[in-house]
């Protein structure tokens, strides 16, 4: 898909690719946060998942608990957020603190205002993309190099190739990569 961005509209292939951007105003992002400082404690960064995926892309509950164990022990000073599907379902079985809701613009300025936002190959994964905020796309069964995300030090991980302690080490990299280097949408 990548390699097909340019080409149409140029006629040239190119190694830019403009970044996804949902262009949040000043009000939508001072609301997103309002909404994220109801839900977790204010003091502490957060980390943003998106447990939920459609049909191979959905990993089991089981696998959410053991990564999250995983990113536990490694963020205990991080808050923990699940963004919920409009199924509103969680493969976390609710047990931590979620956000719901239906508007698009709204979710999207919640992720923004989380350190990292990790799930799976989705719509929401590009969603949180867009937000500006850094994104680690989850893939097991779709192409990694045509749909990862990419902007502001986001990546895919492939799970089928690391354990869940190397995916949480993904998380500290970017994490620390996004302390360094603020993000920035242009």
């Given at each position: 898909m990548?390699?097909n961005?340019e ?13 996804l ?8 992002l001072?609301?997103?946060k ?6 977790v404690p ?10 939920y ?17 995983s ?7 991080h ?35 989380t ?12 969603l ?11 893939f ?23 354990s869940?302690?190397?995916l949480?080490e993904?998380?500290a ?14």
């Amino acid at each position: 898909m990548r390699q097909n961005i340019e080409l149409p509209v140029t006629g040239q292939e190119t190694s830019y690719i403009p970044s996804l951007n949902i262009r949040l105003s000043a009000d939508e992002l001072a609301e997103g946060k309002k909404l994220l400082d109801a839900l977790v404690p204010q003091d502490k960064k957060t980390i943003g998942l998106f447990t939920y995926g459609t049909g191979a892309k959905c990993y089991t509950p089981d696998w959410w608990d053991a990564f999250y164990e995983s990113l536990q022990k490694r963020f205990p000073s991080h808050n923990f957020l699940e963004i919920l599907p409009a199924e509103n379902v969680s493969q976390l079985n609710f047990k931590i603190p979620s956000f719901y809701s239906m508007d698009v613009r709204e979710i999207c300025s919640v992720i923004a205002n989380t350190a990292v936002f990790i799930g799976a190959d989705s719509g929401m994964m590009h969603l949180a993309s867009a937000s500006g905020t850094t994104t680690l796309g989850l893939f097991s069964v779709t192409n990694l190099v045509n749909y990862a995300p990419f902007n502001n030090g986001s990546m895919g991980l492939n799970t089928n190739e690391a354990s869940v302690e190397e995916l949480t080490e993904n998380v500290a990299s970017s994490l620390m990569n996004r302390d360094n280097h603020p993000p920035v949408i242009t």
